[in-house]
C-alpha cells in the first residue's frame, strides 16, 4: 500500500490495487485534491484521519452525446415548474448531499474535510453545482470537479420526484454545449445507468485525461 508523503504527487493510478485503491494518507490541501482529480484519482473515505485514494477499474462515465431521457422523463420536463440554476448554492448543494441516507451506508463520504475542500475550491473556480428550485426550495441538485473538458460528479441528491436526473440533465447540455468529452461516475449505480452512464477501463479513462 502506498503511504503518501508531504510531497505534492501521487503514484500512478494503474498501480492501485484490485479494488481500486491507489494510495491512503496525505493531506487534504486543495492543491493535492485538484491534483488528484487530474490524475484519475479521487477521494473516499468516511474520516479526515484516514483519507483513501482511489481509481477503480472499469470506471463509470457518461458522454454528454449518450444521455439518455426517457419518455416519461421528457414528459415530465414539459409540464414541470421547477428552476435550474449554477453555482447560485454550492454550499448548500453538498451540506444536502452529505444528508443524503443511501442503501446500505451508514454514515457519508463527504466528510467536514473535504466539504471545507470543496468550498475552497468552488472559490478559486474548480468546483461546480447544479441547483434545482421548487420555488425557494432547494429539491435537488449535483456538485463535482472541473478538470477541462472532464467534469468529475461527486455527488447529487434529490428531495422531490425526478430532481436530481433534471440536474444530471441540465449538466450534461450545459457540458456538450462547451465541448466536454464526459463526466466522471466513478463507480457504478443503476440510477447513472438508467441515463445512459456505462464502465469503461482505467486505461481508456486516463486516455481522455491525458
Known amino acids: 500500500?502506498?503511504?503518501?508523503?508531504?510531497?505534492?504527487?501521487?503514484?500512478?493510478?494503474?498501480?492501485?490495487?484490485?479494488e481500486g485503491i491507489?494510495?491512503?494518507?496525505?493531506?487534504?490541501?486543495?492543491?493535492?485534491?485538484?491534483?488528484?482529480?487530474?490524475?484519475?484519482?479521487?477521494?473516499w473515505f468516511e474520516k479526515d484521519d484516514f483519507l483513501i485514494w482511489w481509481s477503480p477499474d472499469p470506471r463509470m462515465v457518461l458522454f454528454p452525446?449518450?444521455?439518455?431521457?426517457?419518455?416519461?422523463?421528457?414528459?415530465?420536463?414539459?409540464?414541470n415548474t421547477y428552476e435550474i440554476t449554477f453555482d447560485k448554492a454550492f454550499n448548500e448543494v453538498v451540506k444536502a448531499c452529505a444528508r443524503v441516507k443511501r442503501f446500505g451506508q451508514?454514515?457519508?463520504w463527504i466528510t467536514p474535510?473535504?466539504?471545507?475542500?470543496?468550498?475552497?475550491?468552488?472559490e478559486q473556480g474548480h468546483a461546480h453545482s447544479v441547483e434545482v428550485w421548487?420555488?425557494?426550495?432547494?429539491?435537488?441538485?449535483?456538485y463535482g470537479i472541473?478538470?477541462?473538458q472532464v467534469f468529475c460528479g461527486e455527488s447529487m441528491f434529490s428531495k422531490s420526484s425526478n430532481s436530481s436526473k433534471l440536474a444530471l440533465i441540465y449538466l450534461a447540455r450545459e457540458l456538450k454545449k462547451n465541448n466536454y468529452k464526459l463526466i466522471d461516475c466513478q463507480?457504478?449505480?443503476?440510477?447513472?445507468?438508467?441515463?445512459?452512464?456505462y464502465p469503461i477501463s482505467r486505461k481508456e479513462f486516463l486516455s481522455y485525461l491525458n
Open 1 to 18: 500500500m502506498y503511504h503518501l508523503s508531504e510531497a505534492l504527487r501521487f503514484p500512478s493510478p494503474h498501480l492501485a490495487t484490485e
Open 106 to 108: 451508514t454514515g457519508t
Open 113 to 122: 474535510g473535504l466539504m471545507e475542500v470543496y468550498e475552497t475550491l468552488h
Open 187 to 197: 463507480v457504478p449505480t443503476a440510477h447513472l445507468a438508467s441515463m445512459g452512464a
Open 22 to 43: 491507489v494510495a491512503v494518507g496525505g493531506d487534504l490541501r486543495p492543491e493535492r485534491v485538484l491534483l488528484a482529480y487530474q490524475k484519475g484519482i479521487f477521494p
Open 146 to 148: 472541473d478538470i477541462g
Open 134 to 142: 421548487d420555488g425557494p426550495e432547494l429539491v435537488g441538485g449535483l
Open 65 to 79: 452525446d449518450e444521455l439518455k431521457i426517457s419518455k416519461s422523463m421528457r414528459a415530465f420536463m414539459r409540464k
